[in-house]
């Protein structure tokens, strides 16, 4: 396996989407207590980075929510416990959030590169509303890169060896026989397409009912694809699976091939469309002062979702 040389480059992306999703907070778009922790500058962001963010926030959550109320109308002692399972986590903070409105699932695990989930821990550790939110009896390790907690685990490994995937599995006590849903977002498209092939079938086979939410980068050959990759190849950080999977078929392709039953993508134009309300989307035109749109894509499995987004 090559030497990930560009980890403090992907740190410095993972602080660059911190600061983009402060930006949408600080606009009204979204409610997020909690990413200030994580960003160091707060800067303002044009509308259609705005927009994007929030339009991948908002299909996440609803699909999420979704998945973590699909049995609410049975009584609490019937309902089936859940778990979610956060591929190259960095600084999301989701379970945070979920935390605050009671709707946690009964496991959430987090997992990246220890040189992420160190820093990670240490946040955690050194900011008290992070760390009461992850349970007063959590034993948080700045030095591993990890916290673990009844419900709530943080832990580091190379997700393209799928053996320590399994090891780590079985630390974070996950039941593959419960619900997952899976969420992978600007992660596989960064690894070779074969390790992206073995995670995706390895989902499909350690978990016996589960959703598997991506959200990644297509279209590499059109003006706009074309400058983001020089972009990020200028920075260390190339798509390495971009021309693999580089449009919605292929992405689908990528899963069904794998062993999951179903697999739908859209682009973020329909999810901005399908997903925001008018009245919501008036709203943020006001706010940006004009209407932007922007193509993308989304993924659904399962009853699984999984999302494509330049």
């Not at 922790?37 to 996440?60: D, E, H, K, T």
């Not at 959030?97 to 990670?120: H, I, M, N, R, S």
């Amino acid at each position: 396996m090559r030497s990930w040389s560009w980890l403090e480059d992907n740190i410095i992306i993972l602080e660059v989407c911190g600061k983009n999703v402060l930006s949408c907070v600080k606009k009204g778009y979204m409610k997020d207590d909690y990413v200030h922790f994580f960003v160091r500058r707060p800067v303002r962001r044009s509308p259609i980075i705005n927009r994007g963010y929030f339009s991948r926030f908002a299909a996440l959550r609803k699909l999420l929510f979704q998945f973590l109320n699909s049995d609410a109308n049975l009584e609490e002692d019937r309902r089936t416990k859940k778990q979610v399972l956060s591929l190259g986590a960095g600084f999301d903070t989701t379970y945070f959030q979920l935390q605050e409105e009671g709707k946690a699932p009964d496991l959430y695990v987090e997992l990246d590169f220890k040189e992420v989930t160190t820093k990670k821990a240490a946040l955690i550790e050194i900011h008290g509303q992070l760390r009461e939110k992850v349970g007063a009896t959590a034993l948080i390790s700045r030095e591993k890169g990890e916290v673990l907690g009844d419900h709530y685990k943080l832990l580091p490994v190379d997700l393209r060896d799928i053996q320590k995937l399994d090891d780590v599995i079985a630390l974070a006590n996950l039941d593959p026989s419960l619900p997952t849903f899976i969420i992978a977002e600007c992660v596989l498209i960064y690894l070779d397409p074969d390790s992206s092939r073995a995670i995706v079938g390895w989902a499909s086979k350690t978990f016996s009912t589960a959703v598997f939410f991506l959200y990644e980068q297509i279209h590499p050959d059109d003006a706009f694809g074309e400058q983001m990759i020089r972009n990020l190849e200028s920075r260390g950080c190339g798509l390495l699976g971009i021309y693999a999977t580089p449009t919605l078929e292929a992405k689908e392709r990528l899963f069904l091939e794998q062993g999951w039953q179903r697999a739908v993508a859209w682009d973020m134009l329909r999810v901005y469309s399908k997903f925001i309300d008018a009245q919501e989307r008036r709203r943020h035109a006001g706010e940006d002062g004009r209407e932007i749109m922007w193509p993308c894509a989304v993924k659904n499995d399962i009853n699984k979702i999984l999302e494509v987004f330049y």
